[in-house]
């Protein structure tokens, strides 16, 4: 499964669990906050999405 910017975040991390070190490198609220799309996220947290989702999808495929 590909990671997109409509992927809930913690559903994210509940797939790919070594994706949880780049939302805290991206000062991504992945904790209260993860119950929102990584796009939503991003906004909220002023992360870029592109950069973003590439770090996503680099960790999910260790």
């Known amino acids: ?3 997109s ?3 809930v975040v913690n559903d994210c991390i509940k ?7 780049v939302f805290t490198e991206f000062k991504i609220d992945s904790c ?3 119950a929102v799309s990584v796009e939503a ?3 909220r947290d002023g992360a ?3 950069e973003i989702l590439k770090a996503l999808e680099k ?3 260790k």
Request: hydrophobic share 40%; charged share 30%.
């Open 1 to 3: 499964m590909k990671i």
């Open 5 to 7: 910017k409509d992927m």
């Open 15 to 21: 797939l790919y669990p070594k994706t949880i070190g």
């Open 32 to 34: 209260c906050g993860g």
């Open 41 to 43: 996220a991003a906004r």
């Open 48 to 50: 870029d999405l592109d």
């Open 59 to 61: 960790a999910a495929s």
